[in-house]
Nanobody, 126 residues
Framework: QVQLVESGGGLVQAGGSLRLSCVTSGLTFNNYAMGWFRQAPGKEREFVGA????????VFADSVLGRFTSSRDNAKNTVYLQMNSLKPEDTAVYYC???????????????????WGRGTQVTVSS
C-alpha cells in the first residue's frame, strides 16, 4: 500500500521559513518524480514545485520561484520543500504527490501524479 505523509506545516510570520517533509512508503522511491501542490480555501489545487526521481532537476511555479526549493533523500524515501520568505498568500494546505517516471522527468500537472498525501496546513500571518 502506497502512503505519502506530509509534515512540517504550521503557523509562521511573514518573512519566515518552514521546511515540509513528505515520507513515502510502499513504492520504489527513486523511481518516482515528486510534486508539491497547494490548495487555499475556495481555490483550486495549484502546482508549487516538482523534483525528478534522481533529484537532479526541479521546477517551480513563478509565484514561489527564488523562495522555495525542493530536495530529496532517496535513502530515506523522503522529499522536502524548503519555503523561505513566506508571504500570507502562501497560506494553504500543501500536498506531496508521486509519479512513476524515469530519472530526469518532472511534471507540473496534477493529473499526471499517481499518489497523493493528505496534506499539511501552512498558515502565514501578516
Amino acid at each position: 500500500q502506497v502512503q505519502l505523509v506530509e509534515s512540517g506545516g504550521g503557523l509562521v510570520q511573514a518573512g519566515g521559513s518552514l521546511r515540509l517533509s513528505c515520507v513515502t512508503s510502499g513504492l520504489t522511491f527513486n523511481n518516482y518524480a515528486m510534486g508539491w501542490f497547494r490548495q487555499a480555501p475556495g481555490k483550486e489545487r495549484e502546482f508549487v514545485g516538482a523534483i525528478s526521481a534522481s533529484g537532479g532537476s526541479t521546477v517551480f511555479a513563478d509565484s514561489v520561484l527564488g523562495r522555495f526549493t525542493s530536495s530529496r533523500d532517496n535513502a530515506k524515501n523522503t522529499v522536502y520543500l524548503q519555503m523561505n520568505s513566506l508571504k500570507p498568500e502562501d497560506t494553504a494546505v500543501y500536498y506531496c504527490a508521486s509519479r512513476h517516471s524515469g530519472p530526469n522527468y518532472y511534471t507540473p500537472f496534477k493529473g499526471d501524479y499517481d499518489y497523493w498525501g493528505r496534506g499539511t496546513q501552512v498558515t502565514v500571518s501578516s
